[in-house]
């Protein structure tokens, strides 16, 4: 679940939009009333949502996005004529008065595409180290030089092997290593 930050110039709208996310289940981290609080929460917190106004006592959103770290995602409540301005920002916005259906589900769609990013991210191959890759190179040459195998069918060979037992690919590079020099 993303962290949410809420952060309005009037501490009572800031609360009102906390409680009504609460009720709809999901967990706040932070109400804030400036721009350096709002800050300060999205600093500590890995990733989340910031639902915010248009200005706070020390700076405007577009000064607040700029600051805001690169994993947070910021959604704009406003009034109409002020949206119009912040077109092409790529960042969401609501229009005032806000519907609570309109909050919710919006908030549930940035929060989705947080959580897809995430896994994006995590599914992503890891660079491997010299070392790991010595490794392979080692058990892909005794591949080659025992079984008489091109590079390709070696490296196919060792990468068959570690999804067919569930171990990693330097894992099962180790394995040929420490089997076949034996």
């Not at 800031?14 to 996310?21: D, G």
């Not at 006592?57 to 704009?76: H, K, T």
């Not at 991210?121 to 392979?136: C, V």
């Amino acid at each position: 679940m993303a962290n949410i930050v809420v952060l309005f110039s009037k501490l009572e709208n800031a609360k009102n939009i906390k409680n009504i996310l609460v009720r709809s289940g999901f967990s706040v981290a932070a109400v804030c009333t400036t721009g350096a609080q709002a800050i300060q929460s999205a600093d500590s917190l890995d990733d989340g949502i910031l639902v915010c106004g248009y200005r706070y006592s020390d700076m405007l959103y577009s000064e607040l996005r700029d600051y805001l770290p690169g994993n947070f995602e910021m959604l704009l409540v406003a009034s109409k004529h002020l949206l119009n301005e912040c077109l092409g920002t790529n960042i969401m916005s609501l229009t005032m008065p806000i519907q609570v259906h309109d909050l919710v589900s919006t908030v549930e769609m940035m929060e989705y595409n947080i959580e897809r990013r995430k896994k994006k991210l995590r599914s992503k191959p890891k660079a491997r180290n010299e070392k790991d890759k010595e490794i392979l190179w080692e058990a892909k040459v005794l591949l080659m030089e025992r079984n008489n195998m091109t590079e390709e069918e070696a490296h196919r060979y060792i990468q068959k092997s570690s999804m067919d037992n569930g171990v990693n690919l330097i894992e099962t590079a180790q394995m040929v290593l420490s089997l076949m020099r034996s």
